[in-house]
């Protein structure tokens, strides 16, 4: 699949679907890149749909990008995503406490390197892309759950984690791991937590372990994730 980019000068919504996906070979990758966005709670439809997609002129209000989270879960039939902002990534309260995916995700906020751009989400909700990659980049980030683990002989995706001015803060579990209850695990994905000015806090556990539980049953597990996690010395 190709390369597919939707930028705003100050703001700009999208609600709509784009198919990178590839008949043989690797899929594309969507990238939006406005100067703050925000994920909304459940389905709606923004402000500006009716000229998708579309960049506001200077004069407008400067608003966030607004996409919702079902948007965000069914988009681009297996595209990777590239949420890049020059500001803050937010994601607001979900009633469902979940924004699950099925493609490799990258947030990217503080695109233009100033330290003011952050990534901040609710610490009871949960980031899930079994078997994707799932990167955020920020000057700081306030994260809750981040799983890329999977329950079958797939491999972990991998988890990274990069502040580049202040803390990390994260919930009770960042999972790469694999397990299956029967037969041939996956390896576990790669973790890789840095705060090189900052502090790393996370409230439980971090798990990159391939787990068979039917070992008896002929049933092999196989590397674990490499895990890095850096901070600043306090």
Do not use: C
């Amino acid at each position: 699949g190709g390369f597919a980019e939707v930028s705003g000068a100050r703001n700009l919504t999208f609600a709509g679907n784009a198919d990178l996906s590839a008949p043989i070979g690797s899929f594309g990758t969507l990238l939006l890149d406005p100067t703050d966005i925000e994920i909304r709670n459940g389905a709606g439809v923004g402000t500006n749909d009716a000229t998708l997609p579309t960049v506001l002129e200077p004069g407008d209000t400067g608003a966030p990008f607004v996409i919702y989270e079902q948007t965000l879960e069914g988009l681009g039939a297996g595209a990777a995503i590239t949420l890049q902002a020059s500001n803050n990534i937010t994601i607001q309260n979900l009633a469902d406490n979940e924004l699950t995916l099925g493609r490799s995700i990258t947030f990217l906020a503080d695109s233009d390197g100033n330290g003011v751009g952050n990534f901040l989400m609710n610490a009871g909700d949960r980031i899930a892309a079994p078997g994707r990659d799932i990167t955020i980049n920020a000057a700081s980030i306030t994260a809750g759950d981040i799983d890329a683990s999977t329950a079958s002989s797939q491999n972990g995706g991998s988890i990274i984690l990069s502040a580049s001015r202040g803390n990390i803060s994260a919930g009770s579990s960042i999972s790469s791991g694999s397990g299956v209850a029967s037969g041939n695990a996956g390896a576990g994905g790669i973790i890789d937590i840095r705060a090189p000015l900052g502090n790393v806090s996370i409230a439980g556990n971090v798990d990159s372990r391939s787990v068979s539980l039917g070992t008896l049953l002929a049933g092999n597990a196989r590397n674990a994730g490499n895990m890095v996690v850096h901070q600043s010395v306090v």
